[in-house]
């Protein structure tokens, strides 16, 4: 795991962002780097949680073709929920419990939905039940899978919101978007550059997103969601997907991390795009 932040850390973090027990925004600023960069070292650097993930789905009879150098790691899957309910609960408090963060009223709908999904996950138990196994007749399983599938949607909300003002503020582009072919990982860090703080925040955040979707962690999630999607489920299987809803919401949460860091705020986006919306007219 991260050498020099550990589990233990993020724990003690959660209970003071639950209690708000910090001085300055500043200093819950740093408690939200920390996070960023446990998870980055923890899920996103390394494939130990990932590999054994993906074990955990072989008992679902869901069998993920992704390659990895076996680690000799043992985490048991109690150890796997430890991780991952930890990380979830920081990113939650990162993102909710001060109305400063991710403040941004062109991605409100994905906090949105993002708080929404937060909440299912306390009140139905099959959202955070990782041992029992569904059948594809039963609520449980349906729960998990329309969780996980609005979840995933967050990406092309991301994908065609930065497309769109793009478009449509930089480049005078009065199109539908909504007809285009984009991807997350290709096009949204483009397409949202003009929004950045600077030529170093962008860096910071296109370095963030490449270290998540080039990790084993984001091609098991595309490929469980390619899955769900496409594939056939199996009526003599049962199936568990908690732990992926888990890391797809924690994968999300950092993102969303990211781009309260390196954006510019409400406020400078506001007038960033009424001041490219004169240009337009002044034409």
């Known amino acids: 795991m991260a050498d020099k932040i550990t589990l233990k850390d993020i724990v003690e973090i959660n209970k003071i962002l639950t209690k708000k027990s910090y001085n300055s925004l500043k200093e819950f600023n740093t408690y939200l780097d920390v996070i960023g960069e446990y ?35 043992n985490l048991s ?3 796997l929920h430890d991780y991952l309910s930890n990380c979830k609960r920081a990113i939650e408090k ?5 109305s400063s963060i991710f403040n941004f009223s062109i991605f409100v709908e994905i906090k949105s939905i993002v708080r929404y999904i937060l909440e299912k996950t306390y009140e139905i138990e099959s959202l955070t039940d990782y ?15 329309e969780t996980f599938k609005y979840l995933y949607s967050v990406f092309d909300k991301f994908t065609y919101i930065a497309r769109h003002l793009n478009e449509r503020f930089l ?15 290709k096009d949204f860090p483009n397409d949202i550059s003009f929004l950045a703080q600077n030529v170093a925040s962008y860096q910071v955040l296109v370095t963030t997103i490449e270290t998540i979707t080039y990790s084993k962690a984001w091609h098991f999630v595309r490929k469980l969601r390619n899955i769900l999607e496409h594939d056939f489920a199996d009526p003599s299987e049962k199936y568990n997907i908690t732990f992926l809803i888990e890391l797809l919401f924690i994968i999300i949460g950092r993102i969303m991390l990211v781009l309260n860091k390196t954006l510019m705020s409400e406020s400078d986006i506001r007038k960033t795009l009424e001041d490219l919306q004169k240009q337009e007219r002044d034409e």
């Open 94 to 98: 990162a993102l909710y419990s001060d």
């Open 131 to 145: 041992e029992t196994l569904y059948g594809i007749n039963t609520i449980e399983f349906h729960q998990q899978n």
């Open 171 to 185: 480049k005078h582009n009065k199109i539908d978007v909504s007809e285009l072919s984009l991807k997350f990982f």
């Open 39 to 73: 998870i980055d070292d923890t899920f996103f650097k390394q494939n130990i949680i990932a590999e054994k993930l993906i074990k955990h789905q072989e008992l679902s009879s869901r069998f993920i073709d992704l390659q990895f150098e076996e680690s000799s790691l």
């Open 77 to 79: 899957y109690k150890n």
